[in-house]
């Protein structure tokens, strides 16, 4: 009798390090991962994990990269050849005994100086946790198409990085519903500011000057040049579809809003900034969604309101960084549709430019109730909801003008 093997294939969400330390464990070998015999005499240093003094001197508790944990073993300082992984745990353990207003090691019987297991514990965590955020930043960068890098930092707590979030680049639609809708033709123009562009085909005006700087005001669409006009890629009508050209870092907040974002880099007025992208579904759907988002405490449900509101964007799972951009009754960034190869007005791409010249090193903010935005509901202020009828939420933007609620 023949049988029919189908495999499936699936991308594993395990690092290597933890892949190795499965097989090490089990005594396998596995060559793609680098398990070899030889590999296994091999040991580098991932961290440390404790520290000791005995008879004098001084010695640290390594885990190995790689290893299980069950191979972590007590090694002399004069051994240890990683500066910066010392670095990490001694500072590690002056900020956890500063925040504790501790300052000096426990000594336990037999004279044998050491750490107490609170603050070793505590060293293992954020060893941990700088490590997933490093994979999380490489796998980030990995994943975006545009220009800007993008950076992560949690000096704050020890959240580590989002389990069931997604990075995409642009929407990514429910079945059935269509974002990319039949425009085969584009502008002829030699100049496209000068001349008869997209925009004014459209019944608007051009969006940006020659500085490739926004001109018009908030409520008017941005109407592109696409992948059918005679323009090329240096046209100042191509800005949007360009992506972000800033390097942005998203980091911890120190008060309660969850993740937010900052920019690393000087952005001056009236600049486009980033995209506003997730899942495209129905407003129904975004109503389902909804009510479950409502018990968790999160929701990210931005509603395409331009002409109707048939359709919701929601950026729970998939997104880019504008999923970790903040509320604020005084932002910095302001809400544009934005149309490039969909002429659909229910379907209209999300850009945030630029309200004002904002700092390297500013966190970046937009207000959830602009026009395209609805209602917020989240208990770290990262939300947004297509829904009137939701519990009122306290804002926590800290603005002067603060309007004191969420929605």
């Not at 023949?2 to 499965?22: G, K, N």
């Not at 956890?96 to 293992?124: F, H, Q, T, W």
């Not at 930092?153 to 642009?170: S, W």
């Amino acid at each position: 009798t023949d049988f029919l093997i189908v495999a499936w294939y699936v991308p594993c969400l395990a690092s290597h390090e933890t892949l190795q330390e499965l097989c090490r464990k089990e005594n396998l070998r596995c060559k793609s991962i680098g398990i070899t015999n030889k590999s296994l005499k091999s040991y580098e240093v991932e961290y440390l994990c404790d520290y000791k003094v005995e008879e004098g001197k001084e010695y640290y508790l390594v885990k190995w990269k790689g290893w299980p944990e069950s191979s972590n073993t007590w090694e002399p300082q004069k051994n240890l050849k990683c500066p910066k992984l010392l670095e990490n745990f001694l500072s590690d353990k002056d900020e956890y005994l500063s925040r504790m207003k501790e300052g000096r090691a426990l000594k336990v019987r037999n004279s044998v100086k050491a750490l107490k297991p609170a603050v070793a514990d505590y060293i293992v965590k954020k060893a941990k946790q700088r490590i997933a955020l490093q994979r999380w930043k490489e796998e980030l960068n990995r994943k975006k198409n545009h220009k800007g890098m993008i950076l992560v930092e949690n000096t704050v707590d020890l959240e580590g990085p989002p389990i069931d979030f997604y990075y995409i680049n642009e929407y990514k639609p429910a079945p059935g519903i269509n974002v990319i809708n039949g425009i085969t033709t584009g502008c002829e123009c030699s100049d496209c500011p000068a001349e008869k562009c997209c925009p004014k085909e459209a019944g608007f005006i051009l969006a940006y000057n020659k500085r490739k700087k926004l001109k018009i005001q908030p409520g008017l669409p941005i109407y592109e040049c696409n992948s059918f006009c005679r323009c090329g890629p240096d046209c100042p009508n191509r800005i949007v579809q360009k992506g972000t050209q800033y390097s942005l870092c998203i980091f911890r907040t120190n008060n309660g809003r969850g993740w937010g974002v900052k920019t690393l880099q000087k952005i001056k007025t009236n600049s486009f900034v980033m995209e506003y992208v997730g899942e495209v579904i129905t407003s129904e759907e975004a109503e389902r969604r909804g009510q479950f988002y409502d018990n968790q405490g999160n929701t990210y449900l931005f509603d395409l309101d331009y002409d109707s509101d048939e359709f919701t964007v929601d950026a729970a799972r998939y997104g880019n960084v504008s999923h970790f951009v903040n509320h604020s009754c005084d932002p910095n960034l302001q809400v544009f549709n934005v149309f490039i190869d969909n002429l659909d007005l229910r379907l209209p791409r999300i850009a945030l430019f630029s309200t004002r010249t904002i700092k390297a090193g500013e966190e970046l903010t937009f207000d959830y109730q602009m026009k395209g935005s609805i209602d917020l509901t989240s208990d770290s202020a990262d939300g947004l909801s297509p829904s009137k009828k939701r519990i009122r939420t306290v804002c926590k933007c800290g603005a002067v003008c603060c309007r004191g609620y969420l929605n």
